[in-house]
Nanobody, 120 residues
Framework: VQLQAYGGGLVQPGGSLRLSCAAS????????MGWYRQAPGKQRELVAV???????TYADSVKGRFTISRGSTDNTIYLQMNSLKPEDTAVYYC???????????????WGQGTLVTVSS
């Protein structure tokens, strides 16, 4: 699975950005897609994920401000980020997760990351 993320950039506090991620390759058994972020000096953290069954989980810090959605095809997701704050500054990574139904083995795939900077 290859993941290509788009849409990062510089935005002022209170502004908005939309990230996109397209998966290609062996996508037929992807169970979950989502976004993680890593700020300088911090660990990578979950931002939002959506399952194949459209169950969605958000980090508490982004609830009410960010919205994750799927595109018209199962291999594309978006992250609409509104009311951005300086603490949202991070490299955002697209993630796809496969879970093998027979063994429950988990495989994670990562995109290259896209930088979001929130600053005046």
């Amino acid at each position: 699975v290859q993941l290509q993320a788009y849409g990062g950039g510089l935005v002022q506090p209170g502004g908005s950005l939309r990230l996109s991620c397209a998966a290609s390759g062996s996508i037929f058994s992807i169970n979950v897609m989502g976004w993680y972020r890593q700020a300088p000096g911090k660990q990578r953290e979950l931002v939002a994920v959506v399952t194949r069954g459209d169950s969605i989980t958000y980090a508490d810090s982004v609830k009410g401000r960010f919205t994750i959605s799927r595109g018209s095809t199962d291999n594309t997701i978006y992250l609409q980020m509104n009311s951005l704050k300086p603490e949202d500054t991070a490299v955002y990574y697209c993630n796809a997760r496969k879970v093998v139904s027979t063994t429950y083995a988990v495989y994670d795939f990562w995109g290259q990351g896209t930088l979001v900077t929130v600053s005046s």
